[in-house]
Every structure is written in C-alpha cells, then in structure tokens.
C-alpha cells in the first residue's frame, strides 16, 4: 500500500511551488508599483515649488527619482530571481511531484519575463529622468 502511495502524483509540493511563484511576482509587481510612485512624487514636488514659490525649496525631487528608480529595479531583479529559483525547484522534483499533463509552467515564465521587460523598461525610462 505504501509502494502504491509512493508512485501517485502528490500535487501539493508542485502547487506550493506555484504559489510561492506568484506571490514573489505579486511582491516583485508592488516594490515596482512603489518605485514609480516614489519616483514621480519628485514631479510632484516641482510643481509645488513652482505653484508655491515661497515655500521652502527644500524639495528631494531628485533623491525620490532615485530611490523610486532603485526600488523599480529591485522588484525588476527580484521576479527575475524568483523565476530562475521556481524553475530550478520544478526541475529537481522527482516525475512523481510533477503533474503529467501541465502548461502553466510556460505561462509563468512568460509572464515573468514580459513583467521583467516592462521593469528594465520602466527603469531605464525612470534614469533618464533623474536629474
């Protein structure tokens, strides 16, 4: 009976992986979210300035460009590395944690790597700005 067990397909190690997967793509899609949001905050900022000229020009316009421009990239790397670990542990479970019949593997990584581009994209649009 153990023998048996041992050779059907136990679905949860291959679907935590998937999990896993996703929630690192959702984190890596919200630090990015957050870096264009911190990175056009500066914009905001110089128009304050302009609208409100005797207010303190103590404005971080550039050093928000900056850090919302670092935090596009850490999320850009982080659906990276993420993506390269989910492949590596999919690729060394054993046949029997892996489903037979599965096509959701090609749409993660390209999922992935279409956020990835969209990340290199968004960063080096972001640099250009940085004053």
Do not use: C
């Not at 911190?38 to 914009?43: K, T």
């Amino acid at each position: 009976m153990a023998r048996e067990q041992m050779n059907e397909f136990d679905p949860r190690v291959f679907f935590a992986a998937e999990r896993t997967m996703l929630a690192w793509l959702r984190t890596g899609l919200t630090i990015m979210a957050f870096g264009f949001v911190i990175a056009r905050f500066g914009l905001f900022l110089k128009i304050l300035e302009f609208q409100l000229p005797k207010a303190a020009s103590n404005s971080h316009s550039g050093l928000s460009a900056i850090l919302g421009t670092s935090l596009v990239a850490a999320g850009t790397l982080m659906i990276v590395a993420a993506t390269a670990q989910h492949r590596r542990f999919i690729g060394s479970l054993s046949e029997s944690d892996r489903p037979k019949t599965y096509s959701g593997a090609s749409l993660i990584l390209l999922s992935s790597l279409f956020i990835a581009l969209i990340g290199v994209t968004l960063t080096i649009y972001l640099a250009g700005s940085v004053e």
